[in-house]
């Protein structure tokens, strides 16, 4: 069950202060050994390991945070910037991580046991209950922490050292803070300036944060948290229950937007781009559900390919200016974000940790979200590609089961893009997972290049225009009815073959029977054409129904529509819905299994121009052998 948001008064958490002061500045704590010595090797963060085992006992401790903080710049008596900004985190979070403890103690009773158990010790079945849900608060404090630090830390790079997790103390939500900001302490020792202190505190939370959730099917008491939304306003900290990890704090969106009338061409890419981005903004941040997923014709994920050149990276640019402006008026957070290259590591499993954390900071339901892979056949690789990465393969995995997995929830609040000048090199089972096929073919007609050529020419010229209107083509509704059309009939050769053979024998279609027997033959050529195929075609068919032209008012002021409950949006937008037909579905039928045909058609095309490379190195190869022979100095 939801239990709705939860909102922290200040006086709840300023009354925790003086005990994070306290623990900030010093205090003892009592550990396992793991065994390794205090005194680090010359020029590493390694510890020398002693010959005598002391694993198993247990010794004290002083931590400091405030001194080891302090000591990164041991020459100057006042704390730097961001010296500070650690340490006042860091006792904020401990008063925030106390004050949500009490919260959790509340809604599970867990206060008046705390009570009955200071008059008189709980005996039998309430012992074990009151002991269970102790540790579960714990945990809580300690969880609250950890993401308190890995949300309101400023820090956009990694440290160059692997950082060791907190010995985890889960008796009382004193001791579990303890814990944590006893490896915290630990984890920053050391570090040779401010930038590297901030990298390290900021990792040691996600480090912290993974452990815990790791450990969190030991704590059978959770349940009362699990779905639980807690905001602190002032620190603008909120917190999910333990559904995803929290991400880095968003930062303003800086990006170069393109308007639609910026882009020449790409007609049916540029108006199903400018659909999505009304249709992102649709999403009810109370019910956590966008109409569109409920009435059909969402686009979860998408894969926009092209030759270089025509668009690909400018449509982005327009989808994330548009659904940017529309946050905007309505007040709504929004999360871009770019998966590339530089994010896959040489570091064994590191590419999949930081494609999971792209995928978490953009399914986010508390932000209407916008992910890009681009030129997603260099960045996850296919997985019978021998030569790729082991860190390519795993980007492969994780999106795949991002994007259709078994614990997949389209809620509506995000979408995601992929985009590529080679698809037919992306794994075939990733690439069936993008719903939705656009084709960025750029401009193609003589309009359309005269068009594009006055657009980037400019005005600083007195170059007449001629005989020419200049962007009739490109109105929108009359270019995408036309582009639509031109997928009556398929436009790649090999399921043309198809098409004319079905029409010859069954006519043209007229029932859902049909509609079985083309995409049956479909499949016999096309193995590729499964199951998975059919259902992005019909999700295609679906949003053609809801081809409908959200008004522009809706979105100018935000309580004509953005503002309104969700019944309130789900049924202005359903009075608008129309019926699809049969030349709706066998154009969606088309235009995806041309697309299919069309990687087919490359990927062949590639390797018999491999296999002509090679045969011309083979023949030139024997000429050469032909002529040392001759010469005598062929010794075979």
């Known amino acids: 069950m939801d239990v709705g948001l939860t909102r922290i008064d200040e006086k709840d958490i300023v009354k925790h202060r003086a005990t994070a002061q306290t623990l900030v500045k010093k205090f003892i704590v009592l550990e396992q050994s793991s065994g390794k010595s205090d005194t680090q090797l010359a020029g590493t963060r390694r510890r020398m390991v002693s010959t005598v085992s002391t694993a198993g006992m247990r010794k004290t401790r002083e931590v400091e945070l405030l001194n080891a903080i302090a000591a990164v710049r041991s020459d100057d008596p006042m704390l730097s910037p961001k010296q500070h900004a650690l340490a006042f985190r860091a006792r904020r979070g401990i008063a925030v991580a106390l004050a949500v403890a009490d919260v959790f103690a509340r809604q599970t009773g867990l206060d008046s046991q705390i009570q009955k158990n200071a008059s008189s010790p709980l005996e039998g079945e309430a012992a074990e209950r009151f002991k269970s849900l102790l540790a579960a608060s714990a945990y809580v404090s300690a969880f609250t922490l950890s993401a308190y630090l890995l949300q309101l830390l400023e820090s956009d790079t990694e440290p160059g050292e692997d950082l060791d997790e907190p010995n985890y103390m889960f008796d009382t939500p004193q001791d579990a803070v303890k814990s944590v900001i006893a490896g915290l302490v630990q984890a920053v020792d050391g570090a040779p300036d401010d930038t590297a202190l901030l990298q390290r505190a900021k990792a040691y939370a996600r480090v912290t944060i993974e452990g815990l959730i790791q450990r969190k099917s030991r704590f059978v008491s959770l349940g009362a948290f699990e779905d639980n939304h807690i905001h ?47 249709m992102l903004v649709c999403y009810d941040f109370e019910k956590q559900l966008n109409p569109f997923v409920d009435l059909g014709g969402f686009v979860f994920t998408f894969i926009g390919d092209g030759a270089p050149g025509t668009g690909k990276t400018i449509l982005i640019q327009m989808i ?317």
């Open 232 to 278: 602190i306003e002032q620190d603008d900290f909120t917190l999910d229950g333990f559904d995803v990890a929290p991400g880095a704090k968003r930062k303003p969106l800086t990006m170069q937007f393109k308007q639609p009338d910026e882009i020449i061409g790409n007609h049916i890419a540029k108006y199903q781009a400018m659909k999505l981005a009304k």
């Open 320 to 636: 994330a200016g548009l659904i940017n402006d529309y946050c905007q008026v309505a007040g709504y957070p929004f999360h871009y974000e770019n998966f590339g290259v530089d994010q896959i590591s040489s570091y064994q499993g590191k590419s999949g940790q930081n494609c999971k954390e792209f995928i978490n900071n953009v399914v986010s339901p508390k932000a209407i979200g916008f992910g890009t892979v681009d030129d997603i056949d260099q960045v996850a690789a296919k997985r019978s590609d021998d030569r790729a990465s082991a860190g390519q393969q795993e980007v492969t995995a994780v999106l795949m089961e991002s994007f259709a997995g078994a614990s997949t929830v389209v809620r509506g609040n995000c979408s995601f893009g992929m985009f590529s000048n080679y698809p037919e090199n992306v794994d075939d089972a990733l690439r069936q997972r993008a719903g939705a096929r656009w084709l960025v073919d750029g401009p193609q007609t003589q309009d359309d290049y005269i068009d594009i050529f006055a657009l980037l020419a400019g005005k600083n010229h007195k170059i007449p225009l001629g005989d020419h209107d200049l962007f009739e083509a490109q109105e929108i509704k009359k270019a995408v009815s036309t582009a639509y059309a031109k997928h009556s009939k398929p436009a790649e050769q090999g399921l043309l073959n198809i098409f004319d053979r079905f029409i010859d024998k069954h006519g043209q279609p007229k029932s859902m029977a049909d509609v079985g027997t083309y995409l049956h033959m479909i499949k016999e050529v096309e193995p590729r054409f499964t199951g998975r195929a059919i259902k992005n075609v019909t999700d295609a068919i679906k949003m053609r129904a809801m081809d409908i032209d959200l008004p522009d008012e809706w979105f100018e002021k935000p309580e004509t529509f953005m503002h309104k409950d969700y019944d309130g949006k789900r049924s202005m937008i359903a009075e608008l819905r129309q019926p699809f037909t049969m030349e709706m579905v066998m154009q969606e039928i088309n235009r995806y299994a041309d697309s299919e045909f069309r990687y087919t058609d490359k990927s062949d095309d590639a390797a018999v121009q491999e296999i002509i490379r090679r045969e011309r190195q083979r023949e030139k190869a024997i000429d050469e052998i032909e002529d040392m022979k001759q010469r005598g100095a062929w010794d075979a």
